[in-house]
């Protein structure tokens, strides 16, 4: 089974930027819907961006407009560019995956998850 490793993870100060990186060797990465979740000490999991083979994204309601999800093809590799962080944003980032096109934040509908990293922040 493919691995999808997440970087970038780190602690910051509030209103700090951070680039959050998945990458993959899954050789049909560009087939795959993929997307950022997060989960914090005692929460659930929630959707923070999730992005479709054709480029539509979408982003949870507190995300906005301060985070982009991308994607490169050519790398393998999916970023979550987060600004203006909060100490709210403190929480255990996953990347994940599914071998579908259209973007969902629902978590059950991915297959593929990578192994997380934290970003903590500070105020």
């Known amino acids: 089974q493919e691995q999808w490793v997440e970087s970038g993870g780190e602690s910051v100060q509030g209103g700090e930027s951070l680039k959050l990186s998945c990458a993959t060797s899954?050789?049909?990465?560009?087939?795959?819907?993929v997307a950022w979740f997060r989960q914090a000490p005692g929460q659930e999991r929630e959707g923070v961006a999730s992005i479709g083979t054709d480029g539509d994204t979408r982003y949870g309601d507190f995300v906005k407009g301060r985070f982009t999800i991308s994607q490169d093809n050519v790398k393998n590799t999916m970023y979550l560019q987060m600004n203006d962080l909060k100490p709210e944003d403190t929480a255990m980032y996953y990347c994940a995956a599914r071998a579908d096109p259209f973007w969902s934040l629902r978590d059950i509908l991915y297959k593929y998850w990578g192994q997380g990293t934290q970003v903590t922040v500070s105020s």
């Open positions: 899954e050789s049909t990465f560009r087939q795959f819907c």
